[in-house]
């Protein structure tokens, strides 16, 4: 049993800044690469960014030197600061786990938090 608790979306100005968060529990689970991505209305899912037990963080173009991925290996937590916001970030966003309860390698997603850039 898997659960991702996701948190930290809302409404802000084009340039403001908003904190994602994104908890996973677990008791047997062992993370591979905790990280978001996001999904604009008409649009297909996208990667935002990624970081893996490896100590790599990945980051798509239009993000980059905007968004800063950050984890809690404690908590099993990972943190997405967004800062200079645009209306283009508006989306839906996801938290997105790789990892086992066991043996097998599994896909885990939150239920998703709404972001809204507008004036």
């Known amino acids: 049993q898997v659960q991702l608790v996701e948190s930290g979306g809302g409404l802000v100005q084009p340039g403001g800044s908003l904190r994602l968060s994104c908890a996973a529990s677990?008791?047997?689970?062992?993370?591979?690469?905790m990280g978001w991505y996001r999904q604009a209305p008409g649009k297909q899912r996208e990667l935002v960014a990624i970081t893996t037990n490896g100590g790599t963080t990945n980051y798509t173009e239009s993000v980059k030197g905007r968004f800063t991925l950050s984890r809690n290996n404690a908590k099993n937590t990972v943190y997405l600061q967004m800062n200079s916001l645009k209306p283009e970030d508006t989306a839906v966003y996801y938290c997105?786990?790789?990892?086992?309860?066991?043996?097998?390698?599994?896909?885990?997603w939150g239920q998703g938090t709404q972001v809204t850039v507008s004036s």
């Open positions: 677990g008791s047997r689970l062992s993370i591979y690469a």
């Open positions: 997105y786990v790789r990892g086992t309860p066991g043996i097998v390698t599994v896909d885990y």
